[in-house]
């Protein structure tokens, strides 16, 4: 496609803007590590919860969303829609103790809440293995989705693309987390949001209107459905068939036995960014930056409402134009730039580049301060260099992106495909999400619960993947796969955990009286601290999580049915989550915003 001095235009404009926020907020990030890692705990909820919904807005999610719906239909959704689980349980049953523990990172978490060398090695071990190995990962298949992008609008060789998205977008990307810091990433992904979702909402009236609007597009899809005979689903569904059996996987179905490992396992026993059980990576960042519990809350439950309610429908139906515009690609994927590059008018080219490139860097750039955080906090500073200048750990900081710029580079060269490094990542922290969730509520997990956990999930990932036990294709293959992994793992740290001695009872008492956990869970602890109130808010929370979950779904649902009908179902949908918005409201002011027993203010 040929740029045109417009669109020139508006690629240097979206630049200059995330170059300017960078350098307006240098002095406010350089003044210590609290400020440049988390905006001196001052940051609003709104701003908090926006940044992370730009963050996994990355440019690789309309593509794969494309994917699943060329191979799974809309019901293949369910990969990423079953982590509201955990994010909604996030907000109601951690959010607040991840206020109250006023940390810098999550992986500091192994300090606060174990003792001795199991823990030190714990936090070191991640700070690497989360900030160095599985950052890299996730840089690296977000960067591949945008080779891909240039590749496709531009025309030029996957070799070239790779240059311009390797040794200049990552880079200038680098430039301005490293001058902005935490207070930088937070503004531009607000600017970089908007921008965002106006493009891809453009695409997907685009690509509507080229297969002629949506009655049209319904009535294609089901000729096509005809065609294929018994053999095809209902693209347009947003559940399995579960008639079909556990393990039948016709065109267009998800099969049943996948469904149900999403909805049954992975979403408590996955670790995953951005949804991992209990909270943590960037998104117990941006709690500890919140200026208190009550936003910290608030922010993470905006970021669920608009993630899983507000933004997958223009993805969706730009996924559904594309199987009936371009029936049998090979790489399914290519179909939402082919709408891009085909149906989107040329003067718009401009702003679309520019969309895609605040795709990419909101997700490079929360990736780049976050891992920073972790290898300067909590290796560097902790373990090699312990007593320098705040001044000393911000200069490290920004080696330290430049260092994650280079990894993540290397790492992009080597991945086949975008899903591959989706998968990698799912697996290998598969059956470690429960440690994650009990730590907060049971005195007996110790470090060695989390450690054991851990190496069994990367050990029972490699081995089945080396003696590949499992046939079927390969949705099934990965649900056979993450239960056995689960199992395995779930088995192996509850085992530890009960062979191995307790934490030493003044860490646990001083865990305990900082954060105030459920009390129940404390019994034997709480006994020792009865200057502290106990607290019992977990059935309380527990139903707002489950009215949280069914406002939102109930909201997902209702926007499919409103834009694909029956529209009166979509109404009555509608309905229902307004409904439980208002028992959820109901319920968070009969227990209190902060839920604290203690008097609460900003730490």
């Known amino acids: 496609m040929n740029f045109t001095l417009a669109d020139w235009s508006a690629v240097i404009a979206y630049l200059a803007i995330t170059l300017a926020l960078g350098l307006y907020f240098r002095s406010r990030s350089g003044r210590s590590v609290d400020d440049y890692f988390v905006s001196g705990r001052n940051v609003s909820w709104w701003l908090a919860g926006t940044s992370m919904v730009a963050t996994t807005f990355a440019a690789d999610t309309p593509l794969l969303v494309t994917g699943l719906i060329y191979t799974q239909g809309v019901a293949g959704n369910w990969l990423w829609w079953s982590f509201l689980l955990s994010g909604m349980m996030t907000v109601f049953l951690f959010a607040r103790l991840w206020r109250r523990s006023a940390l810098l990172t999550d992986v500091q978490f192994a300090e606060l809440r174990y003792a001795g060398k199991p823990a030190a090695f714990l936090r070191g071990f991640r700070a690497v293995y989360l900030g160095l190995l599985m950052n890299c990962l996730i840089l690296g298949w977000v960067t591949k989705a945008m080779i891909s992008i240039v590749h496709d609008l531009f ?52 690509g509507i209107k080229a297969v002629g609007g949506m009655d049209a597009l319904l009535t294609r899809l089901h000729t096509m459905r005809a065609a294929a005979g018994p053999g095809a689903g209902d693209i347009t569904a947003v559940f399995p068939d579960f008639s079909r059996g556990l393990t039948a ?74 199987v009936v515009l371009y029936p049998g690609l090979e790489h399914p994927e290519s179909g939402y730039m082919k709408i891009v590059s085909e149906h989107v008018p040329h003067a718009f080219l401009g702003v679309i580049v520019a969309g895609f490139l605040a795709a990419f860097m909101s997700t490079v750039a929360t990736q780049l301060n976050w891992g920073a955080s972790y290898l300067v906090s909590d290796f560097y500073r902790r373990f090699i260099r312990p007593q320098a200048s705040e001044r000393h750990y911000v200069h490290v900081s920004r080696v330290a992106t430049v260092i994650l710029v280079i990894a993540a580079s290397a790492v992009a060269a080597q991945l086949s495909s975008i899903r591959s490094g989706w998968q990698a990542v799912l697996e290998i922290g598969a059956g470690t999400g429960s440690v994650y969730l009990l730590r907060w509520y049971w005195w007996r997990i110790n470090a060695w ?143 209190g915003w902060e839920a604290d027993p203690l008097e609460s203010k900003p730490l």
């Not at 208190?292 to 409402?305: M, P, Q, T, Y």
């Not at 030493?504 to 019994?523: A, N, S, T």
């Not at 949908?573 to 028992?583: H, I, K």
């Open 155 to 206: 025309g030029v060789s996957n070799l070239a693309a790779t240059l311009i998205c390797v040794l200049g977008l990552i880079p200038f990307t680098g430039i301005y987390v490293a001058l902005g810091g935490l207070w930088g990433v937070l503004w531009t992904d607000v600017f970089q949001f908007v921008l965002k979702m106006g493009i891809v909402i453009g695409v997907a009236y685009y």
């Open 249 to 322: 996987q016709p065109l267009w179905e998800l099969p049943v036995i996948t469904f149900v490992v999403y909805m049954a396992v992975q979403w408590w026993a996955f670790w995953y960014p951005g949804a991992e059980p209990g909270g943590g990576g960037y998104i117990a960042q941006r709690i500890f930056s919140a200026k208190d519990e009550r936003n910290g809350l608030l922010a993470v439950l905006w970021f669920n409402i608009a993630h899983y309610a507000i933004r997958p429908w223009p993805w969706i139906l730009t996924g559904l134009a594309a």
């Open 449 to 591: 619960s989390e450690i054991s956990a851990m190496a069994t999930a990367m050990v029972s990932t490699v081995g089945l993947r080396w003696i590949a036990p499992f046939t079927g294709t390969e949705p099934v293959v990965f649900a056979k796969t993450a239960i056995t992994t689960t199992a395995i793992t779930t088995a192996v740290w509850m085992s530890v955990t009960l062979l191995t001695r307790p934490e030493p009872e003044d860490v646990l008492l001083r865990f305990y009286r900082k954060v105030r956990p459920d009390v129940r869970g404390w019994r034997a602890v709480s006994r020792l601290a009865p200057e502290i109130p106990p607290v019992r808010d977990l059935g309380r929370n527990l139903i707002s999580w489950v009215l949280a979950c069914a406002m939102v779904y109930l909201a997902l649902f209702a926007v499919g049915r409103l834009a694909m009908g029956p529209r009166s179902t979509g109404a009555l949908m509608l309905l229902a989550s307004a409904v439980c918005a208002f028992l959820l409201y109901r319920n968070l002011s009969r227990g």
